[in-house]
């Protein structure tokens, strides 16, 4: 009996006259991501009733069902997915195929509780949702009870859950639902650029994006050859995790040092890493507009650092009219860290790298940073044409799964 995907979404993310739009969206990243890790093999997807199904070319093995399983917890949009039987809607066929499964599948451990819940998408169908679950459930209990006399029927946390869903043509059988990623499905809400440097805090942002539907691209700022080439690789591979939660993405390479020696020559100490973060977000904002991100996203989080005051977060935030969107803004340190170690971008984040901003760095850097102070010594750089340079100097690459 072959087995067939079926993945429910979180309806209320998608109610109203966008449905459609999203559901097609999360089909389409489910396909591709799917197809990502099994080139092999072939999968159809259907829009079924509020209910997405996947058929497979080949059957799914349970190598090949943890694999799915592994992909399909990276796919935003997803509330629950169960790996399910189709039949008919005739309930004498379906308890009976669930018996077959049941003794091939189910007996192994000791049963002392089970349930059926069925659930009917197309209300017409003759008997209700507690006529099925008491119909298939009495057939299933004397079939049950010759192997274990004690068998009770238990709503709450049965050992054995029967979920059967009743749709229009036909129905399907499973007894697990796993849960997914929840969120909206990425490129739904459009796209984003991220700036993402070597640390912790910028990959679990640009994670966050994705997870509200937003494509993520990528902006890094590097110091070559002033740096390793290592340190490039880290953030290239930061943002190779962080794009498993999204079908494709790139990266913008931006050669920083000549940038940060003419800052060195011309801005006072204390103000350098300001000017950094404003000329780093400048130069984003201006590849924003080009290519038509609708917002930067950063890992600032208010007072992490000294130079995370509100103070300064305006300071940086004023050399720009995008829109800068910071999720962690009121997160922990730890709780940053946890979220980067569920990602998985935690143990490439705390390799040591050498960042761009720890070169020329001020002993004592401004922390409450003043907005006239600043475009007084601003007028000693000439912006558009650090602009034009960077845009001129950078390199886009393809992040590849
Ligand atoms: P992170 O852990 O992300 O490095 P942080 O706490 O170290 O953050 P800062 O170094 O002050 O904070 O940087 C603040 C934000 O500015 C980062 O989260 C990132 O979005 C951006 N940023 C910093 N350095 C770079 C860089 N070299 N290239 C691109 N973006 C950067
Ligand atoms: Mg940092």
New binding site residues.
């Given amino acids: 009996m072959k087995r067939h995907i079926i993945i429910h979404y979180n309806e209320i993310a998608l109610k109203g006259g966008n449905r459609r739009y999203f559901e097609t969206i999360l089909i389409q990243n489910i396909q591709t991501f799917l197809q990502r890790d099994f080139p092999e093999m072939q999968f159809e997807t259907k829009n079924l009733f509020g209910r997405i199904l996947v058929s497979t070319s080949k059957s799914i093995d349970a190598e090949a069902e943890n694999k799915i399983t592994e992909i399909l917890k990276l796919v935003f949009g997803i509330a629950n997915f169960s790996f399910a039987w189709n039949f008919s809607r005739d309930l004498e066929e379906i308890q009976k195929n669930i018996w077959q499964i049941v003794k091939k599948e189910k007996l192994e451990k000791k049963l002392k509780t089970f349930r059926i819940s069925a659930r009917r998408s197309d209300k017409s169908f003759p008997l209700t949702s507690n006529q099925i679950n008491q119909q298939i459930g009495s057939y299933l209990f004397l079939k049950l009870e010759k192997k274990f006399p004690k068998i009770k029927v238990s709503l709450k946390n049965p050992n054995l859950n029967c979920f059967i869903e009743i749709t229009e043509k036909t129905s399907f059988v499973y007894f697990e639902k796993i849960k997914g990623a929840g969120g909206i499905p990425v490129s739904a809400s459009g796209k984003a650029l991220?700036?993402?440097?070597?640390?912790?805090?910028?990959p679990v942002?640009a994670y966050f994006g994705m997870k509200r539907g937003v494509k993520i691209d990528f902006?890094?700022?590097?110091s070559l050859p002033f740096v390793s080439p290592a340190s490039i690789e880290k953030v290239k591979q930061l943002a190779k995790i962080t794009s498993r939660f999204q079908p494709s993405s790139k990266i913008f390479l931006v050669p920083?040092g000549n940038i940060q020696k003419e800052i060195l020559i011309n801005i006072p100490e204390k103000l350098r890493i300001l000017f950094y973060?404003r000329l780093?977000m400048q130069i984003s904002e201006s590849i924003a507009k080009k290519e038509k991100y609708l917002a930067l996203y950063?890992?600032?989080?208010v007072a992490?650092?000294a130079?995370?005051t509100l103070e300064n977060i305006h300071a940086t935030n004023e050399a720009v009219e995008i829109l800068v969107l910071r999720p962690l803004i009121g997160f922990d340190k730890e709780d940053i860290i946890a979220k980067a170690q569920e990602i998985r971008t935690f143990e490439t984040?705390i390799i040591p790298h050498q960042?761009?901003?720890t070169r020329f760095v001020p002993k004592h850097p401004e922390t409450r940073a003043k907005i006239e102070e600043i475009k007084k010594a601003e007028k000693n750089l000439d912006i558009p044409k650090i602009i034009q340079s960077a845009l001129k100097n950078m390199e886009i690459e393809k992040i590849n799964q």
Avoid: Y
């Fill in positions: 991220a700036l993402l440097s070597g640390g912790i805090d910028s942002a902006i890094h700022f590097h920083f973060r780093m950063t890992g600032e989080s992490q650092v130079s995370q984040s960042d761009c901003c």
